[in-house]
């Protein structure tokens, strides 16, 4: 079994820029800067027969690059926060490019259940029972960061990852590259 994701694959410069909007917030775990991706679809553990039929369906796709706009930060998690996010516009080509994939995932023998695409990037993660202190320094930030907004970026491709857990983090490791087409 393979715990997988399909991603669209971020640019350096976007990823540098994420890592930037972050910068001095000291709570919570950081995701690293090779880690930040956009997930089109989770599909969780699968059996490693699926990975032909499913590279397949996803190889059928043929779709315009995407503009992403990464514009706001949220705080996911509710009382107890779990994540820092930063919200990518609802774009139509990224919406389209969402819903191809996941008609391929299904076409391939997953369940994806269904899930509203919120699509976003997960910039820090914490850890359950976040102190009073910790949450009240996120609420700081988000309230003085949280319109940031990076530069219009063009997404060339998306991948299928195998996300691998560790003590340290997970470790993605992209098994299939798709490309998109220049517009």
Not at 2 to 16: G, H, M, S, V, W
Not at 78 to 87: C, D, E, F, I, T
Not at 91 to 108: D, G
Request: glycine share 6%; aromatic share 6%; proline share 5%.
């Amino acid at each position: 079994m393979k715990r997988l994701f399909l991603a669209l694959d971020l640019a350096e410069e976007t990823r540098d820029a994420l890592m930037a909007v972050s910068e001095g917030l000291g709570v919570g775990r950081e995701v690293e800067e090779a880690n930040l991706h956009l997930t089109l679809a989770f599909l969780d553990a699968q059996p490693e027969a699926l990975l032909q039929p499913l590279h397949e369906a996803l190889s059928e796709i043929s779709l315009p690059q995407v503009r992403l706009q990464l514009r706001g930060l949220e705080v996911w998690g509710g009382r107890q926060p779990s994540a820092l996010v930063m919200l990518a516009e609802r774009v139509p080509e990224l919406i389209h490019l969402q819903e191809k994939v996941a008609r391929a995932v299904r076409l391939a023998g997953v369940d994806l259940g269904r899930r509203r695409f919120k699509p976003h990037v997960t910039l820090v993660r914490f850890q359950r029972g976040l102190p009073a202190a910790a949450q009240m320094r996120l609420q700081r930030f988000v309230a003085a960061d949280g319109a940031a907004c990076l530069p219009l970026a063009e997404v060339e491709s998306f991948s299928l990852y195998e996300s691998v857990l560790t003590a340290d983090g997970p470790v993605y490791t992209a098994l299939a590259t798709y490309p998109l087409q220049a517009v």
